[in-house]
């Protein structure tokens, strides 16, 4: 008999739908109810339960939660004091969402590479002017963050032929990327950089990261794409290096407050395109795949998926 395996969310009832039916065709051995519908008794019992901006009150009445697995690749808002300490929490980890990643870090490396802001800015003005065109090789990308997904679009920068040099928290060796790493490495990568690619979780370590102190020692002239997530990078010191032509353009997924306000000046900042948080969205088939076996390998073996490791925050 199939167990019931809670799914506590706040999302719309459509999304809530669309992850109940793709998750249950993909497993025999437990079926996915949301918590609302569960009796007290069956909560009571309840191991694993599958969240998505969870209310942290109703995990509270979980007494018997071992593990919850997230629908979301960032978990900033599950670390801390949401979920006991004696929670484990397994993020989603899906290859699909590491290509899709790298597929946008390239495209939005090229629009800035190309000097697309600057074309569509000329356009609008019916202004001929051309730029110069440096090779790939010539420019040097630097991605912040070298996990599931900065890794990935690291190699794929270099396919295309950039310069490309990552940062992380511990050493690393990728084939063909210079790689720095803590606070040392921090300090030699910046000057070194003419794109900018975050990449990073958001924690306490990296929430304000990138602040005006960080972000004069780029050259003149450098880049930002911010992908991960928007108080990792300070928004008005961004806006004033913009301001005084210190940064050249900066392309920005995430923000602060999403949606991004109508009254916020960087919808208008001619330095700044902004995109809805959709650099690499969630694939719904592959990450219900992922959820499934990795509940389904529990109820058979026991064994907890790698967790987010609650020192680091991520
Ligand atoms: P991950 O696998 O946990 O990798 C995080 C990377 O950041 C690791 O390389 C880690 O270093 C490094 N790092 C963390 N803290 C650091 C610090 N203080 N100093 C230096 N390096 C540090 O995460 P991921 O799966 O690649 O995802 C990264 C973030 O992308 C997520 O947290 C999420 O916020 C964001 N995201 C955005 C979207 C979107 O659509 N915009 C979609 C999915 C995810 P070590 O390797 O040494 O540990």
């Not at 790298?102 to 609008?124: C, D, F, G, I, N």
């Not at 950039?162 to 000057?191: C, D, M, Q, Y």
């Not at 913009?242 to 900066?250: G, Y």
Request: charged residues 20%; hydrophobic residues 40%.
């Amino acid at each position: 008999m199939r167990i019931d395996v809670p799914f506590i969310g706040r999302v719309e009832q459509q999304e809530l739908d669309d992850w109940i039916e793709a998750i249950n065709s993909r497993t025999g051995r437990f079926k996915l109810v949301p918590v609302e519908a569960m009796q007290p008794a069956q909560l009571q019992k309840t191991e694993v339960a599958i969240v998505a901006n969870p209310d942290p009150e109703i995990l509270s009445v979980l007494p018997n939660l071992k593990w919850v697995q997230s629908l979301w690749a960032g978990v900033e808002g599950l670390v801390g004091p949401a979920i006991s300490n004696e929670v484990a929490i397994v993020r989603l980890t899906d290859p699909q969402m590491a290509d899709s990643m790298a597929e946008a870090v390239l495209a939005w490396t090229l629009y800035l590479h190309r000097k697309m802001p600057h074309y569509a800015h000329q356009q609008s003005q019916k202004l001929w002017h051309t730029h110069s065109l440096a090779a790939p090789e010539e420019c040097n990308v630097s991605v912040f963050g070298l996990g599931n997904l900065g890794s990935i679009a690291a190699l794929r920068l270099k396919q295309n032929n950039f310069s490309v040099r990552g940062w992380s928290n511990s050493k690393k060796s990728i084939n063909g990327i210079e790689t720095f790493h803590g606070t040392n490495g921090f300090a030699s990568i910046l000057p070194a950089t003419d794109i900018a690619v975050i990449l990073l979780p958001l924690t306490k370590d990296t929430e304000g990261l990138f602040d005006k102190t960080t972000l004069t020692k780029l050259p003149t002239g450098a880049s930002i794409i911010n992908f991960a997530r928007g108080p990792i990078l300070v928004e008005e010191d961004l806006t004033e290096c913009l301001n005084s032509k210190h940064l050249d353009h900066a392309v920005l997924d995430v923000f602060n407050n999403e949606p991004l306000p109508q009254d916020n000046p960087l919808w208008s900042h001619p330095g700044v395109t902004v995109l809805p948080h959709i650099s690499a969205p969630t694939t719904l088939s592959t990450a219900a795949a992922i959820t499934a076996k990795n509940i389904d390998n529990y109820l058979d073996t026991g064994e907890i998926p790698e967790s987010v490791d609650r020192n680091r925050g991520y």
